[in-house]
């Protein structure tokens, strides 16, 4: 029997021996109980968010790639979502995946590596928003000038909304509504995103007026104290807000997201309250300056309108001697009027006188024929014939005598009538028809002015229908005659028509 070992008789034949189910699970319990707590950090490679809410994600570094997952509700838990490309700090147990021969990490707590990191985050998270057009400055609004109504958004119990508070009450106080919220940990940007859209649902006649200016604010801390402010859900409603909004989220070197969303930015929240109302005293202090400047232009206007009217006042006739001038053209032209009518009438008369000295009356005519007829000695018959026939020719030249002399006289009468209206309207008795009336003194001579009338003289006023006597007293001065208007001219005459036996007039 040879010395040399067959292979049955190998030391391995001693080694034991396992299934692949087996030395899996040996290998899952090993893992899982040398690495049951650990912390690690890393470069967030790719991230993946299944249907079931469940994150699978990878950590590397330089010289190794670690995957990881992190199961529904402890997602809902994160503070700061991982994102490819950041350096976070994972916290959980090492286990196997046995389906794939793979180790991984469950996560139960995830958070950026240092303040460098969550500066990385917040620049790129800025740069995102930024892209999308929620920090454009023709979204920002105006704010109010004297807000009635101030919603502020903070906590009820710091020293912000006091400080706040006084700050309204020494510069001008206005109705404050604030909407209590934790302003840091895992409920602060949900609460404070309601918050601001809360105000603005709001209905504006309401039992709860609806704030005309909001104010966010919230005292000073770390960048972790104030990350709640750089949140997504905080800066979208900010930026969707439709009541203006300043932001006052810790101290002057401090920077959130909000601050690039909002309308106003205020390095405090006293500078907020600040910001939100003017000073009263200023405030009246401007008022009372513009109302001094008003009265002094006013006045100053009403000078130099007075003033004009009394350069224009001096260009004007005074309205009485206007009235004056008036009547005494009217008198001058009622006389000038008078003359010429009775120097026409005369004339008319004149010249019918010489007309009719120059006609025959007809019983010279007669006396003439018979005469003529005596001396030629003419038979009775022939006389008588002729006596018919002259008396004939008499009668009608006697009819066409007295037709030619109606109508010669019918046009001087109408043009007589004529100039006796034109007469009667401009008298002054046609004035007092319309409802004026003349005074007379004692000697019957017209006043025309008040200046002349004294004391207890005694008066003749003549109206339209007759004169009136009366006493002259004391009493309040008559009332300002109208302006005279335009003196009407006078009325041509006609030219008289030429006929054949001459003019009568």
């Known amino acids: 029997m040879s010395d040399t070992a067959s292979p049955a008789n190998t030391p391995a034949d001693n080694l034991p021996e396992f299934s692949v189910g087996e030395i899996a699970q040996a290998v899952k319990r090993t893992v899982e109980q040398a690495f049951d707590r650990v912390r690690i950090r890393g470069e967030i ?47 959980g147990r090492m286990t196997t995946y046995p389906g794939r021969s793979a180790y991984q990490l469950i996560i139960e707590s995830i958070e950026p590596a240092g303040v460098g990191a969550l500066m990385a985050l917040l620049e790129q998270r800025r740069k995102q928003l930024a892209a999308e057009g929620l920090f454009a400055e023709e979204r920002k609004k105006p704010l109010p000038y004297l807000p009635g ?45 309601t918050a601001i859209r809360g105000f603005n649902a709001m209905i504006a006649d309401g039992p709860v007026p609806r704030p005309d200016l909001l104010i966010v604010a919230r005292g000073g801390g770390s960048v972790e104290d104030l990350w709640a402010y750089n949140e997504e859900v905080v800066v979208r409603a900010a930026a969707e807000s439709d009541i203006p909004l300043i932001s006052a989220v810790g101290h002057e070197t401090d920077t959130t997201l909000i601050d690039y969303a909002s309308d106003r930015r205020a390095p405090t929240p006293t500078a907020a309250a600040e910001m939100a109302v003017p000073v009263r005293a200023e405030l009246e202090s401007r008022v009372l ?16 309108m007075r003033n004009d009217v009394r350069g224009l006042s001096r260009g004007l006739p005074h309205p009485t001697r206007v009235i004056e001038q008036k009547t005494q053209d009217l008198d ?12 026409a009438l005369n004339k008319r008369h004149g010249d019918v006188r010489d007309l009719a000295q120059n006609l025959r ?40 005598l007295a037709r030619a002399f109606d109508q010669r006289m ?9 100039l006796t209206k034109l007469l009667e309207s401009l008298s002054y008795k046609g004035v007092l028809q319309r409802g004026y009336a003349v005074v007379r003194g004692q000697d019957g001579t017209p006043l025309s002015r008040a200046a002349d009338v004294t004391h207890g003289a005694a008066l003749a006023i003549e109206f339209a229908d007759g004169p009136v006597a009366a006493t002259a007293g004391e009493g309040a001065p008559p009332p300002s005659p109208p302006k005279a208007g335009k003196p009407k001219a006078k009325p041509k005459a006609p030219d008289p028509a030429p006929t054949k036996q001459g003019d009568l007039f």
């Open 45 to 91: 490679g790719r991230v993946t968010v299944a249907g079931s809410g469940h994150m699978y994600l990878s950590m590397k570094d330089d010289n190794a790639v670690l995957d990881c997952v992190a199961w529904r509700g402890t997602v809902n838990r994160f503070t700061h979502m991982p994102e490819q490309g950041l350096e976070m700090v994972a916290t």
């Open 149 to 193: 109504v101030i919603g502020i958004v903070t906590s009820p119990t710091g020293a912000v909304i006091r400080d706040i508070m006084h700050r309204l009450r020494d510069r001008f106080p206005r109705h404050v509504l604030l909407w209590p919220v934790v302003v840091q940990g895992d409920a602060a940007a949900d609460q404070i995103a």
């Open 289 to 304: 300056d513009a109302e001094s400047r008003l009265i002094g232009g006013a006045a100053r206007l009403l000078e130099r």
């Open 332 to 343: 001058n032209l009622a006389e000038t009027l008078r003359r010429v009518m009775t120097l």
């Open 361 to 400: 009356r007809p019983e010279e005519t007669i006396a003439k024929k018979q005469v003529a007829l005596a001396e030629i000695g003419l038979s009775s018959r022939t006389l008588d014939g002729m006596l018919q026939r002259s008396s004939l020719h008499l009668s009608r030249t006697g009819s066409d």
């Open 410 to 418: 019918s046009e001087p009468q109408q043009r007589l009538g004529q």
